[in-house]
C-alpha cells in the first residue's frame, strides 16, 4: 500500500537579543512556499527539503505537502508567521487524519517566537494531540539543525529526532534523506521506539562548537561509536545549542533513539555528558583585539592567501544584522591595505546605484541597525560593480543550502573600491558561506590581504582553503563569543564561561 506522508517545514534561529523581530515578510523574502507549490519550489534545491522529498520520490510514498517556512536567523518571531505555518499546517493535518500514515517535518529547533519560548516544541505537542484525538498512531519524524536548543517537548511528541552532525553543516540534505529513511523503514516494518533526552547546563558560544574541534569532534566521534557497537540505537543526536535564545532549554543537550531498553540509551547519554566535561575548556575560546591580531599578523612568515579576521560578533548566521564596523573602521584607520569586507547596507546600496557604476562617492556605511554593532564609517571610493545580487552556490553542499537552497538572493548590490578596500554593500544580509557570494559580485578573496569574515564556524569549509592564517577578533556585537557580556534572566545555573554558572 502506497504510504501517504504529510510533509512540512518551519525553519528559524531566533536571536532574542536583537531588538529587530522577524516578520512575516522576512519569511517570505527567504522561503513562503505551500501546496504543491513547496514540491516545485523545493525539489532539486539542494536543501533538507530537497533531500527529503528525493526520498519521498524513490521510495513511493503520496506526498501530501503542507507549508515550508524559512527566514534568514534574526530576532523574536512575530506571531503573524508563526500563525500563517500554523494555519496552513494545522488545516492539512485535520483535512487528511484519517488518511495521513507519518509526518515528515524539517525544523531548526532554536525558534522563539511572541509568547513562545519553544516553537517547534508546541507545534508538535499541538500536532500530537490532534493525532491522539482522533486515534491515530503514525511515526513523526522531524530534521533538526546541529544549533537546536532541544526540549523535552520535542522528544516527548516525536518518534524520531534526527539533527545534522557536521558544523559547518555541509550534511544537511544527507541528514533529512536518513531521517526520510527510516521514517520509510518504520512505514514498511513498524516497531516501538523510544527516545532519552539528557540536557545539560552547558551554554557555549558558535565559536566553541565546530565539528572538526573538540569538544564537538571528540563527543560527535563517541556517539558515532556507540551506534556502531549496538544496533538497538537508531541514531544518536549531539546538540550544540544555541546560545543567543534567553530561554531555559538553551544549551548543549543529548538524545538517543533506540528500539532496546531505553535506560541503556540513557546510560549512553550519560557517557557523553563526560566526554564532554573533559574537553569542554575547548567550547568556551578566547578572542584578541585587533591591535593583538595585527601585531601577530605582522610578526607572521611570508606565505600565500588572506588573513581571515573573523568577526564572530557580527556572525550573520548566528542572527545579527551584518552591518558591524568594530572590525572594518579601526582597519581601515591604520592605514592597511588589501582589504576585502561585507557590510550589510540596503541604503549605501542604493545611494551607489543613485551615483552609477564607474562614479566616484562618500558614503557613511554600516552600523545603522542599532547601537551594538559599531558606528558608521565614512568611505570614499568607486563604484566598481552594481548587481541584482543573485547567485548559485559554488558548494551545493554550503551551510547556506541547508537555509536556502542553493540559488541565493543578496538583493541589490554595489561593490565599492578605493585604494585600502574592496566592499561588497548587501541589500539583504547574507551569511559567508560560500565563495560564491563574493566571486559573484566580482570580488576574489583569493587575492585579499586581509578578509573579514561576519561569521563563527559557518564560513570555514569555503574560506579556510585560501586562508594564509586566521585569527577571531574581539569585537562589538550581539553574537559576542563572550556569553558574559549578555544579559540573560532564564539561564539561572547553566555554565556560560570557563568560570562558572549564569546565576
Known amino acids: 500500500m502506497t504510504p501517504n506522508v504529510l510533509m512540512a517545514g518551519l525553519f528559524h534561529e531566533t536571536h532574542t537579543f536583537l531588538a529587530q523581530k ?73 483535512e487528511h487524519i484519517d488518511a495521513i500514515d507519518a509526518v515528515f517535518l524539517i525544523l531548526h529547533g532554536a525558534m522563539v517566537s511572541e509568547g513562545c519560548d519553544d516553537v517547534e516544541g508546541a507545534v508538535l505537542a499541538r500536532l500530537s494531540t490532534l493525532l491522539n484525538e482522533a486515534g491515530r498512531d503514525v511515526p513523526v519524524v522531524a530534521v533538526l539543525d546541529l544549533h537546536a536548543n532541544v526540549s523535552q517537548a520535542m522528544v516527548d511528541h516525536s518518534t524520531v529526532l534526527d539533527a545534522y552532525r557536521e558544523n559547518p553543516h555541509g550534511d544537511a540534505r544527507d541528514t533529512a534523506v536518513r531521517a526520510a529513511r527510516t521514517l520509510d523503514g518504520l512505514l514498511k516494518s513498524p516497531c516501538t521506539l523510544r527516545q532519552v533526552h ?37 541514531g544518536i543526536n549531539v546538540m550544540a545549542g544555541y546560545a543567543y535564545a534567553d530561554i531555559a532549554d538553551c544549551g548543549f543537550s543529548l538524545n538517543a533513539a533506540t528500539r532496546g531498553d531505553p535506560a541503556r540509551a540513557a546510560a549512553y547519554l550519560d557517557e557523553l555528558v563526560d566526554v564532554l566535561e573533559a574537553h569542554l575548556d575547548d567550547g568556551y575560546p578566547e578572542e584578541e583585539t585587533l591591535e593583538v591580531v595585527l601585531s601577530r599578523v605582522d610578526a607572521l612568515p611570508p606565505g600565500d592567501g588572506p588573513v581571515l579576521l573573523v568577526e564572530a560578533a557580527d556572525n550573520i548566521g548566528g542572527g545579527s544584522p551584518g552591518d558591524a564596523t568594530d572590525i ?52 570614499s571610493g568607486r563604484v566598481r560593480h552594481l548587481s541584482d545580487g543573485v547567485f548559485d552556490l559554488e558548494n551545493p553542499k554550503s551551510h547556506l543550502a541547508s537555509m536556502r537552497g542553493t540559488r541565493i538572493e543578496m538583493g541589490p548590490c554595489a561593490v565599492l573600491e578605493n585604494d585600502q578596500a574592496i566592499i561588497l554593500l548587501t541589500t539583504h ?61 532564564k539561564l539561572s545555573g547553566k555554565r556560560i564561561s570557563r568560570e562558572g554558572a549564569k546565576s
Open 22 to 94: 522577524t516578520t512575516l515578510a522576512d519569511f517570505e523574502a527567504g522561503i513562503c512556499v505551500d501546496g504543491t507549490n513547496m514540491v516545485r519550489t523545493m525539489r532539486g534545491n539542494g536543501s533538507p527539503m530537497d533531500g527529503a522529498l528525493s526520498v519521498a520520490e524513490s521510495a513511493g510514498w503520496r506526498v501530501i505537502p503542507s507549508i515550508h517556512m524559512a527566514a534568514m536567523p534574526g530576532g523574536l518571531v512575530e506571531a503573524a508567521a508563526v500563525a500563517r505555518f500554523e494555519d496552513r499546517f494545522f488545516a492539512d493535518v485535520v
Open 198 to 234: 539528557r540536557p545539560t547546563p552547558y551554554v557555549l558560544p558558535p565559536t566553541g562548537v565546530g565539528s572538526a574541534a573538540d569538544p564537538m569532534r571528540a563527543v560527535l566521534a563517541h556517539a558515532r561509536a556507540i551506534e556502531a557497537r549496538d544496533p538497538q540505537i537508531i
Open 328 to 379: 572594518l573602521a579601526p582597519l581601515l584607520a591604520s592605514g592597511r591595505r588589501g582589504i576585502v569586507a561585507v557590510i550589510n547596507d540596503p541604503d549605501a546600496v542604493l545611494s551607489c546605484r543613485d551615483a552609477g557604476q564607474g562614479e566616484e562617492i562618500h558614503l557613511k556605511i554600516g552600523a545603522k541597525t542599532d547601537e551594538f554593532h559599531g558606528e558608521p564609517v565614512a568611505v
Open 429 to 489: 544580509k547574507t551569511a559567508p558561506m560560500d565563495l560564491g557570494h563574493l566571486h559573484s559580485q566580482g570580488v576574489r578573496p583569493e587575492d585579499a590581504t586581509f578578509v573579514i569574515v561576519k561569521a563563527a564556524v559557518s564560513h570555514k569549509a569555503a574560506y579556510d582553503p585560501i586562508a594564509r592564517a586566521t585569527f577571531n577578533v574581539d569585537s562589538a556585537g550581539l553574537c559576542t563569543s563572550n556569553l558574559t557580556r549578555l544579559p540573560y534572566t
